[in-house]
């Protein structure tokens, strides 16, 4: 088995990616995936080898994510516009023998110290000048065309840097077997990608959501990907018009952008068949807007990167605000409590997972991988109930948790309520030390362009849904809220963020 083998059996003249309106059909994809195979090769790259891609949402991406996979090598995707030093850092982490570097990275893979990375013997470089002791991509996607390794289920495909269940930033790694598992459990909703369909490739496909449900899904339903470097919502929305577009994937901040389109007409949408939120809540607010506006149901979904990432889905279901879905087909779902005990339906717990999806661990880090790994169920950090219908609700991180005089307060249920106030865009809310409490709620909030509200009314408004022990003493406003790439907020941040008017 090899995962790179997803793009075969399809039609030659099918087209594959759609980037920078070039097209690329699955024969030339796989032409030029095996011949960088044979170029990666006779660098001297081989089973076991790390190879870093530091290349934004393109078509070198793709073709060299399956190039490296297939030769039995692990892919190691970067942010391509990560500063210099983070880079160095992750970069000596994995310990790659090649980096293919992109034009987007170029900034701060200039900034990065060679002598940091020893282990780096080939810098590839996918476009523009080529720096003296570095490869052209094109000179490699030259060489004779090499088929794929055939390799254990077990054998490491991808290592993949999260902060997820450990907290500090490590690196995940994911086999073969882990990431086609998801693919297939994937195909158990109800509805799902196929042939013929467009799908809109936004999501950053150095994060798992971008890797294999974008990519990984799209290619092995033999899909077409639309890949998109930098999301905007008026160039969204004519690139999907444009190309019809009927899969769309994304975080929730594309979904509220798009639903704070006032210029948006109502057929904006009429394409679309399956709409996809992931990496973080999705506020029912926002859900609710775009389906009155554009008859669109936006679908959550609940997953991690170490579990490749999908776990819950809710595509194919009776809408139920708040709720991500049903656990996938192939996958076991516990909620657990602090005694180490399944707790009753409707209370809450942490969601421990078990699959053939769940990953091998935390590259070179026992530790880490003990804490979460416990009797092959994987312990995600994230609290939830189960209904009675199976149906699962996210209640927020475990180590997000809030503690005011002793009792628990969920960031998250905090948000969706000031996030109800008309005059609120977003929020995000986080505990910061109180002398007599232990704890305090304090909310960062963005207004929406043109409101005013000041923080008594705020107060006031969440006290006419919450206890008042959860309900925020302290309002700042500020002018935008700390994401990653995928747009999780980064509630560490919140602290440093930029502020805005008081």
């Known amino acids: 088995m090899n995962l790179a083998a997803m793009i075969d059996g399809h039609d030659d003249?099918?087209?594959?990616?759609?980037?920078?309106?070039?097209?690329?059909t699955y024969g030339e994809l796989r032409d030029q995936v095996s011949r960088l195979r044979g170029g990666l090769a006779a660098t001297g790259v081989t089973e076991g080898d790390r190879v870093a891609?530091?290349?934004?949402?393109?078509?070198?991406?793709?073709?060299?994510?399956?190039?490296?996979?297939?030769?039995?090598?692990?892919?190691?995707?970067?942010?391509?516009?990560?500063?210099?030093?983070?880079?160095?850092?992750?970069?000596?982490?994995?310990?790659?023998?090649?980096?293919?570097?992109?034009?987007s990275a170029r900034q701060g893979w200039d900034a990065v110290d060679r002598g940091a990375v020893p282990s780096l013997q080939h810098v590839v470089v996918a476009e523009g000048d080529v720096p003296d002791g570095a490869i052209a991509l094109a000179d490699l996607l030259g060489a004779d065309p090499v088929p794929c390794v055939d390799v254990d289920p077990d054998h490491i495909a991808v290592l993949i840097f999260t902060s997820g269940t450990a907290g500090t930033s490590r690196a995940a790694m994911l086999s073969h077997g882990n990431l086609l598992a998801n693919i297939e459990q994937g195909g158990s909703t109800a509805d799902r990608t196929r042939v013929g369909d467009v799908v809109y490739g936004v999501l950053p496909l150095f994060h798992i959501f971008g890797l294999n449900v974008v990519i990984g899904v799209s290619l092995s339903a033999g899909a077409t990907v639309l890949l998109v470097q930098r999301f905007d919502p008026a160039t969204a929305v004519q690139s999907i018009i444009q190309r019809q577009v009927t899969v769309v994937p994304g975080a929730p901040p594309m979904w509220?952008?798009?639903?704070?389109?006032?210029?948006?007409?109502?057929?904006?949408?009429?394409?679309?068949?399956?709409?996809?939120?992931?990496?973080?809540?999705l506020s029912s607010a926002v859900s609710d807007r775009l389906f009155e506006r554009h008859g669109m149901r936006v679908h959550e979904g609940y997953g991690l990167t170490e579990a490749s990432p999908v776990v819950t889905s809710s595509v194919g279901m009776p809408y139920r605000a708040g709720s991500v879905g049903r656990v996938l087909a192939g996958q076991r779902v516990r909620l657990v409590g602090d005694d180490g005990n399944d707790v009753p339906t409707g209370d809450a717990g942490e969601v421990w997972v078990q699959g053939p999806n769940v990953f091998h661990g935390y590259f070179r880090d026992a530790e880490a991988t003990e804490r979460v790994l416990v009797d092959g169920w994987l312990r995600t950090g994230d609290i939830g109930t189960v209904d009675e219908d199976g149906y699962l609700y996210l209640v927020d991180r475990a180590k997000d948790l809030i503690i005011v005089s002793g009792f628990n307060v969920f960031p998250a249920e905090v948000e969706s309520v000031v996030a109800m106030h008309p005059a609120v865009h977003e929020v995000g809310v986080l505990g910061v030390p109180h002398p007599h409490d232990g704890e305090a709620v304090k909310a960062y909030v963005v207004l929406e362009p043109g409101a005013e509200v000041d923080e008594e009314a705020l107060i006031d408004h969440c006290?006419?849904?919450?206890?008042?022990?959860?309900?925020?003493?302290?309002?700042?406003?500020?002018?935008?809220?700390p994401r990653n790439a995928a747009g999780k907020l980064i509630r560490r941040e919140l602290e440093g963020t930029v502020l805005g008017h008081l």
């Not at 003249?13 to 690329?24: E, F, G």
């Not at 925020?472 to 406003?477: A, D, G, L």
């Open 13 to 24: 003249d099918r087209v594959a990616l759609i980037s920078r309106n070039r097209d690329t």
């Open 53 to 103: 891609i530091l290349c934004g949402n393109n078509r070198y991406f793709v073709i060299s994510y399956l190039a490296v996979v297939g030769l039995g090598a692990v892919a190691v995707p970067l942010n391509p516009t990560s500063p210099g030093p983070e880079l160095e850092t992750e970069l000596a982490t994995v310990e790659p023998v090649a980096a293919i570097v992109g034009p």
């Open 256 to 281: 509220v952008a798009f639903s704070h389109f006032d210029e948006l007409p109502a057929e904006a949408f009429a394409s679309v068949r399956l709409a996809l939120s992931g990496a973080s809540r």
């Open 463 to 481: 006290r006419d849904y919450l206890a008042r022990y959860k309900c925020p003493s302290k309002v700042v406003f500020v002018d935008e809220l």
